[in-house]
């Protein structure tokens, strides 16, 4: 059984920082993709930041230049370092990874940037 869990969320002011984390453990042979999306209440879920297992980024353009995704596979951890955070970036962060062909969630950890 696999299990995804976020932590790191919280509140903090504009121009703050914060650092998510995103631990996978379990039966996990192959966990190729780890991506950080992000759910608004009224907006849909959308794709912040991602990383693959060979280290490829991606990121939203509403983040870039702020926010900067790392892993250590290793621990089957990923990271959403986020800089400069700005109200609009209030939301519930979830972290995905797909692992040995399924794809897994977390709960979800909020982050709330106050003006």
């Known amino acids: 059984q696999v299990q995804v869990v976020e932590s790191g969320g919280g509140l903090v002011q504009a121009g703050g920082s914060l650092r998510l984390s995103c631990a996978a453990s379990?039966?996990?042979?192959?966990?190729?993709?780890m991506g950080w999306y992000r759910e608004a209440p009224g907006f849909q879920r959308e794709l912040v930041a991602s990383?693959?297992?060979?280290?490829?980024?991606n990121y939203a353009v509403s983040v870039k230049g702020r926010f900067t995704i790392s892993r250590d596979n290793a621990k089957n951890t990923a990271y959403l370092q986020m800089n400069s955070l700005k109200p609009e970036d209030t939301s519930v962060y979830y972290c995905?990874?797909?692992?040995?062909?399924?794809?897994?969630w977390g709960q979800g950890t909020q982050v709330t940037v106050s003006s």
């Open positions: 990383i693959t297992s060979g280290g490829s980024t």
């Open positions: 379990g039966s996990i042979f192959s966990l190729t993709f």
């Open positions: 995905r990874i797909e692992a040995d062909d399924f794809q897994y």
